[in-house]
């Protein structure tokens, strides 16, 4: 493996604890090996929203585009279209991608494009100190909902699955080889890839022992079955106490947006002449 | 006839777009300049809709209150336009419908049988429009082989009962008053939206991402059928949110990309504009104006945005808006709006309203002005890379992924020359004094450029001052009344220098604008220019030549 | 001792904000005015905090440069804070800190075991602070009494063990310094959010809806934790469009609504603060400003969005817009603000910043001036209703739904009086006058508002220009200097008339301003106000007295 | 029935034979039924997005809300929050609702907050001109995309059933009496409602003899089934030449956002002393 560090100047500013570290470190390992293998380094483009997940492109030695809250997914989708040899990669949180910016989400996933999206879902606005996101449980109090939500969360997996995602698992920010494989997977799936990590915030929302307790990884799951991966999402709805799958749910090969744009030789030259040709038919 | 001006109108949906355009050729084959104007309201078929196609010896870009030729597809048009004619105005229409009017006596008219040769063709109700003009042809004396050229470049399978049915009406049709033709070349007919796809063409356009919004629908139509000739990507995203933010993405990846849009859809981007100021990943908004507030008016005109484009989204930065007044101008521009967005780094606005943007003239590509093609201040590799490294000018040189011995990394956070977020007190101030130093040589540059333009003479000590698309009705008025005009195009960063030498020997400053407040005439003011009077007209619809020039009469009388 | 400063520091999340809070109270119970600055990252956990804690005889809204006391929770604090101590300034903290830092000789320290004492009964890390603060007591002369009150205040549960440990801090301190215990009633201390929250109340609010953002999320979470006190209903939807727009649909049916947003935010406000102009359905929005431009500095303060609050959205519309600079002011115009958008049916905007909603100071309610409490123009029910009727005063009769006899229809289309779509010229025009005509009575009504003041005497002929949370330290320093100060808070519509009285006799004018272009140094140019210096700042932080003193006197020497 | 044509000043611009005709009038007859039977005209609210469908508003002499493209949802959810006895109804487009501020919907859905949305689904931009909308067909050649979209259309239903709507249904406007049975179900049915109308363009996109030829009726189908539901959803793609059913798919009961929401007397008179309070605290 490579000796490459990926660190950077900044300082790490997260709460020693924090779920994030182990998809920092997870990706870090990925984009090594990846580099070696598949794709070099320079090829990878990180882009990221606003919020304590937003954090990981100041992290991370590679190029990247930090742009802003909810937001991450379209940049990312321009990125892909304007050269389709560029790997991709959107890290955005919960509040981010599942609330503020969730059309972009199921859009990129409605059209196929390859990236792939990473979600520090720690099932809460934690940059903002504590308020409920789009997959906090019912009750959930934050301090925008001080006597508890009274609305339940999304499965933002069951409505990335209505938006024809090609690519949908979940990891856990407590199993870090699994979320490698996933990580792996997912940038080297062929069109629109989500990854949902359970991302434990330990100051605000400690679910490190519940995540123990409750996870575990999907055996003799087929993903190329629909009705299954279906079924599979379904069994946890981010409020119940149900047993919490992990693992990757669905997986289908479809061709990308990006596969099907129509390129045209950039034939920058003969600009002039075609404008010409142009106004010619309008005389 | 060295001037004059013809109104078709009928039903939304009943050709009077294809009519008008037809009209506008045959009088540009024969000679004229051209000027079209399209009023047409927000549905997609029957309510009324109407265009003025006004011919002239000289190039023009403005209409009259007075019509010449007053072509009727239907009562409505009859009873909402009689009055504009002129004294010896005709009216061309089908011989029923002149019946049911009953127009006063004095009206000089010619009925043709057009519903009847319609039906005899068993041809659709939209042919009516070419048996119209073959009478309208015949009735300004053009040549029938001249009207039959200018059918079949105009239709395609149904170019032979076309053509029958216009030879109905030139036959059924007299000659009632035969015009001059002018011995001058055609000069190719384009709108003002066509003008901008161009130009942004000609700086270097790679792609254009939009959704559409009335007035710059038009833009994302022509470069998704030109995709192909000018090798351009296009698309038509969910939302202008996704607009900006994909054509930022297309842009940190290097590909040069514009995005149009209207108000509303302006109001979305706002966020990430001020995301391009900061990442000073380069953004070019071609931003139409409507009457709003909100809503509004959507299909008709307005130059109420001014203010807003230049001071939407938080926090300060530099970003370069033009607002072109006519076709020349509107190619121009959109090359160095995209240049300048590019060599700068920052966002660049074209300033564009309805009454441009829709209206077609003759476009001189020759007058239009040398464009240089600067290429963007590229990273040559031989130092470590650094996004925002700090320099004189503020620019930092370019590179774009994927680099081997670079990474690239930009924010919309503050950050330091690597692009690593800071909250540094004294590594802000220094960042944030690189971006906004580049407007200093950004003012530099344009001294070289035409930012401010004046018409008539050093002698007037009386000026009309106007922007954008009264540019038209503005200078050929005060050609008339001999006063000065002063035309700033760019209007950030402001050309205080050139607007000083324009306003030399002035007196007397009227600014004429399409909007209730004054946003020029309170935007010059910041650089001590008073403006003594102001013509405003907010009803979404242009000044005409006649209504401006009594208008201004009152303020210099 | 008259005037004090207490620095507090540590890593983010080590109880800076409580301990804060307890040394204010000590010494606002103590006699004191007191004036808190906080300075936090952009991170929850393990970066440099601290507080500066400023002590006076009177009233105070600005910090100083110099340090009294430098409250140390780890070597950071000495590190970042030493070289403001002043010249007899004192360092406490803990005795192994102590020998770590090595200060220079002649600093005065008192090394308290800290770390060892809290050890010692087995409690939490975050106890460190209430053994510093019970140090810092005896320190400066404060009775054990008084300190346990405060701190029984301010715990609930864990007070037992907390008491215990104040008193080991306070046993193992000397007193270094006895300060003089002014006499006078200790005054709520406030932080400018809950300023702008309690006037919202105090003019009627009923719902507040927002998207937490940095430095307008502690309104939410005011709202939120007093909704049941104030019968309040508060929601927090999915993103700043939706928080507008719910905001709308919440007023439209009557109920007086707020939102609280920052530039980002606000961004995304624009096309419905736009539709609330056309609408005539009021909203109010509280803009908090942060450096920028985009994401920016999101937790330290600027005055960057002066211009785009006063120009976002497209087309033209009436606007409230006022920046209050201190805690009475917040109060008050806060509930002006929402009275005045339910008089006139606009958008009002109450412009703050990050310095004025999270510096806490004491607040005297009487103090604030009247609020008359006008209630909006209702429909009489002795006509037809017309949502849209024309008036001389262009403000026409509310409804809200369910009323028996009206509909009651708004758009954001141009619409004619009884809010159906036009798009006919004359109506386009009468509709727009009507409702700009409302800002002549507005400026009328607000001459009866303080919405420019001035601070000094009529004899002095150089000004401070400055607005919102810049008001603090421009009037303490230029009370000191024998200079003016004019602060306009009404930005739009713009206070001409009162501004222009207030310049009366002044010869030279410097504007104070957090921002890099001198926003409004801008604006009053636009009626003639020249403005002769500016002194910016741009990185996030406050001036302190003595660095504006500094600047101030260049400016002027 | 009421003899109340509901009608306006504002002439129709419709183009004839338009599809939203039919909205129009079924609207307008199950207004005038329920005011008679079940609640004062008075008490509904009309909002409406911008499109050809938002005109709709101007043609009913009923309370309205004509707000702005994409954003009629949050509008209404405002509304019936303010006043829960108000009966508030949404008319969207496909171009409106599913794309433009398709956020807004999944989040009302969320929430269950009891409006009615009726979405004019004529699957192409109308109102300027015709461009691909998100429900239009892969291939579609508007004029944004002259040679053919290169994205699959999303399933609305689909993602609605995902995000918890309680009441889903499909009509067409070439079947008004359903279309009024629906209309009066959803604005019936306490909690979220939408009723996606297969609204015939015209001008643009005549599916009049497709949709001829393929709609069928559901029946024997039970809405309270959640799996049933979501198969004849996922019957139609709005892509594929299925069969196209129409009824109403899913219904549940579930308590609405406004019944949870923490009302509180409103208490004015007090305020001032509660002021005073919570100052005395901070002394
Ligand atoms: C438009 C906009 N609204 C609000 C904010 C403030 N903000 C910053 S981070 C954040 C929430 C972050 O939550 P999430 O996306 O879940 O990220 P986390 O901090 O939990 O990783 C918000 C609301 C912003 N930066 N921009
Ligand atoms: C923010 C914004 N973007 C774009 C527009 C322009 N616009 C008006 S209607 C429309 C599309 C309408 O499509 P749809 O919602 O399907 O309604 P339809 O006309 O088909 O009924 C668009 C893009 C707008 N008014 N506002
Ligand atoms: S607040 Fe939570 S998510 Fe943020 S850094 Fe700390 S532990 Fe991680
Ligand atoms: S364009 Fe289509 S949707 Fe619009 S009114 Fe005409 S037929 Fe109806
Ligand atoms: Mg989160
Ligand atoms: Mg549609």
């Known amino acids: 493996m490579s000796q490459n560090n990926l660190n950077t100047s900044a300082p790490n500013t997260w709460c020693p604890g924090c779920g994030n570290f182990a998809i920092l470190n997870g990706i870090k390992k990925v984009l090594n090996e990846l580099s070696e293998e598949v794709c070099p380094l320079e090829k990878f483009v990180l882009v990221s929203g606003i919020g304590c997940h937003g954090k990981i492109v100041d992290y991370v030695n590679v190029n990247s585009f930090y742009s802003i809250h909810g937001r991450s997914v379209p940049v990312a989708e321009g990125i892909k279209m304007a050269n389709s040899g560029l790997k991709v990669i959107c890290f955005a949180g919960d509040g981010d991608a599942y609330g503020e910016g969730l059309e972009h989400l199921i859009f990129a996933a409605k059209r196929n494009v390859d990236i792939t999206v990473i979600i520090h879902n720690n099932r809460l606005y934690s940059l903002t100190a504590f308020q409920y996101s789009p997959t906090s449980p019912l009750g959930f109090k934050g301090r925008s909902t001080p006597n508890g939500t009274i609305e339940p969360p999304l499965n933002p997996l069951e409505l990335m699955l209505a938006s024809q995602a090609t690519y949908l698992a979940r990891g856990s920010s407590l199993k870090l080889d699994l979320l490698m494989r996933l990580f792996r997977e997912a940038i080297m799936h062929k069109g629109f890839a989500l990854v949902d990590v359970l991302q434990v915030c330990v100051t605000f929302n400690n679910l490190y022992e519940y995540y123990s307790k409750h996870v575990y990884e999907l055996e003799n799951h087929d993903p190329g079955n629909f009705q299954a991966a279906f079924n599979a999402i379904r069994e946890w709805d981010y409020n119940s106490d149900a047993r919490i799958p992990l693992g990757v749910f669905y997986q289908k090969e479809a061709p990308t947006f990006e596969d099907k744009m129509m390129s045209f030789p950039a034939d920058i030259e003969s600009k002039d002449s075609k404008i010409k040709e142009f106004l010619s038919k309008r005389m | ?557």
């Open chain 2, 1 to 557: 006839m060295r001037d004059f001006s013809i109104l078709i109108g009928g039903k939304a949906g009943s050709g009077i777009d294809k009519s008008t355009l037809i009209l506008g050729d045959l009088l540009n084959q024969s000679g004229y300049r051209v000027y079209i104007y399209r009023d047409y309201p927000s549905l997609i078929r029957g309510g009324h809709t109407f265009s003025i196609i006004r011919a002239s010896q000289t190039k023009i870009a403005a209409h009259r209150d007075k019509i010449d030729f007053l072509l009727a597809l239907n009562k409505e048009t009859l009873d909402l336009h009689l009055t504009k004619l002129s004294g010896d105005g005709k009216v061309i229409c089908d011989v029923e419908l002149l019946k049911e009017a009953a127009l006063p006596v004095q009206t000089m008219t010619l009925g043709v049988p057009i519903v009847k040769f319609v039906k005899e063709e068993n041809a659709p109700e939209v042919m009516r429009n070419t048996c119209l003009i073959g009478a309208f042809a015949k009735a300004i004396g053009i040549k029938i082989e001249l009207l039959e050229k200018i059918l079949k470049k105009n239709f395609g399978k149904s170019i032979d009962v076309n053509i029958k049915i216009a030879k109905k009406g030139y036959d059924a049709s007299v000659v009632m008053e035969s015009i001059r033709l002018p011995a001058q070349d055609a000069l190719p007919l384009i709108s003002g939206s066509q003008a901008i796809c161009l130009g942004l063409i000609k700086g270097g356009l790679q792609v254009y991402v939009s959704y559409p919004m009335t007035p710059t629908t038009p833009l994302l139509h022509f470069f998704a059928e030109q995709a192909n000739d000018f090798s351009l990507k296009v698309i038509h995203p969910e939302s202008e949110l996704g607009v900006i933010l994909m054509a930022l993405g297309f842009a940190y990846a290097g590909q040069k990309t514009a995005v149009g849009t209207s108000g509303g859809g302006f109001c979305l981007m706002t966020e990430s504009l001020s995301l391009s100021g900061m990442s000073e990943v380069p953004a070019v908004i071609v931003l139409g104006q409507r009457p709003g507030p909100s809503t509004g008016l959507p299909t008709y005109s307005s130059q109420s945005d001014l203010n807003f484009a230049l001071y939407a989204g938080q926090g300060e930065f530099v970003r370069f808006v033009v607002a072109p007044g006519d076709l020349e101008e509107a190619y121009y521009w959109s090359a160095c709006a995209l240049n300048l967005a590019w060599k700068y780094q920052i966002p660049s606005i074209i300033l564009t309203d309805k009454n441009l943007n829709e209206g077609i003239g003759n476009f001189d590509v020759n007058e239009t002005g040398e464009i240089k093609e600067d290429n963007p201040y590229l990273w040559d590799g031989t130092t470590d890379y650094h996004r925002y490294a700090d320099s004189k000018t503020g620019i930092s040189p370019m590179a774009f992924v994927p680099e081997k011995n670079a990474v690239i990394k930009v924010s919309g956070y503050e950050h330091d020359e690597l692009g690593i977020t800071t909250e540094d007190a004294a590594v802000t101030k220094k960042m944030q004094d690189k971006r906004l130093r580049k407007e200093k040589y950004l003012i530099e540059e344009l001294k070289s450029f035409p930012t401010v333009k004046t018409y008539g003479d050093d002698k007037q000590t009386t000026a009309l001052l106007c922007w954008g698309s009264n540019k038209g009705v503005c200078v050929e008025l005060a050609q008339t009344l001999g006063l000065k005009v002063i035309q700033p195009l760019v209007l950030s960063p402001f050309p205080e220098h050139a607007f000083k030498e324009a306003m030399r020997g002035i007196k007397k400053l009227i600014a004429v604008e399409d909007n209730a407040t004054g946003q020029l005439a309170r935007l010059v003011k910041i650089y001590g220019i008073a403006v003594d009077d102001t013509i405003l007209k907010y009803d979404g619809r242009p000044f005409t030549l006649d209504e401006l020039e009594e208008k201004v009469k009152e303020k210099i009388s």
